[in-house]
């Protein structure tokens, strides 16, 4: 079998990590193409692999006769047309977090693809592959913990650039918990809270930080949420699954980080690898660009209960790819 050839899109911090584990770490596959708005930086990677060039328009890019598919690294509010123009050419699509910053263009992409009748979306949500949260996932759906009542989860940054704003912790970080929440129970998210404790002192003016969120499952379940991105500590991440049958928690050991590419760096590895390896059966594994946009309809949720702390009920349109 012969290599797919990658096309990886924004070559910022994760798009840099991923064209990084792709030119090593990662069998299969090798990086021929890389873009970035900022030119020079996709010159000056694109110089340091064997057969790679940088491709100055990110739609040119995907179109390229040999890319075979296409990582996205770059800024939400561009996602909507490349992953538009990837199911045009037909390419399967890893697609860094959120699908589109909005629920109509996210609901867009969702339909397209279905009209299109093949799944080419991967939605890069890497905590899925995290070997503890797959093994909690596991012992879930294996019923060894009995029906899981109540997830506790904990994800705190040391420290964020001074434009991490208050909807950009619901954004950015809260929405890695909705997908925790949506995988390890199974089900969706049909309302969310957002509360806010008086700031840390290290947040700047006018941002809520931290965050504690309630989600309300489907089935009932509930998720408590705490999200802290001026901490002052480590980059921690972590969660306690509370079941019929017993406790169990993910993260506690997980060592000191300053973020999540080295946190989560081998679940990246697995994800990026499970993914090469899909495209070459022509499937897709991990979150779906369904799980993208009902992450990004919760997320809106959350945003709107921010603004008053009140519960706001989650709208998920029906699932155009179920019979
Ligand atoms: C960042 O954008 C990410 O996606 C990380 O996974 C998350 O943990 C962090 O809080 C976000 O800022």
Known sequence: MSDLRVAVLGVGVMGADHVARLSSRISGARVVVVNDYVTEKAEQIAAGIDGCRAVVDPLDAIAEPDVDAVVLATPGPTHEKQLLACLEHGKPVLCEKP??????????VVKREAELGK???????????????????????????????????????????PSFDSAMIVRDSLVHEV??????????VVEVTVLSPAPTRHAPPGVVDPQVSVLRMAGGGLVTTEVFINSQV??????????????????????????WTTRFAR?????????????????????????????TVVAAAALASLATGRPVPVDLDPDPTDP
């Open 99 to 108: 699908l589109t910053t909005d629920i109509e263009t996210s609901l867009a």
């Open 119 to 161: 799944r080419l979306i991967q939605v890069g949500f890497m905590r899925r592959f995290d070997h503890e949260y797959a093994r909690l996932k596991a012992l879930i759906d294996g019923g060894e913990l009995g029906r899981p009542l109540v997830l506790h989860c904990a994800h705190r940054n040391p420290a964020v650039p």
């Open 179 to 188: 997908d925790v929440a949506r995988f390890l129970f199974g089900e969706e």
């Open 234 to 259: 480590g980059y921690d991440v972590r969660c306690e699954a509370v079941a019929e049958q017993g406790a169990l928690s993910v993260g506690l050991d997980a060592g000191a980080h300053a973020d």
């Open 267 to 295: 679940a990246y590895d697995l994800e990026v690898q499970a993914w090469v390896d899909a495209c070459g059966r022509g499937e897709v594994v991990g979150a779906t660009s369904w799980d993208g946009y009902a992450a």
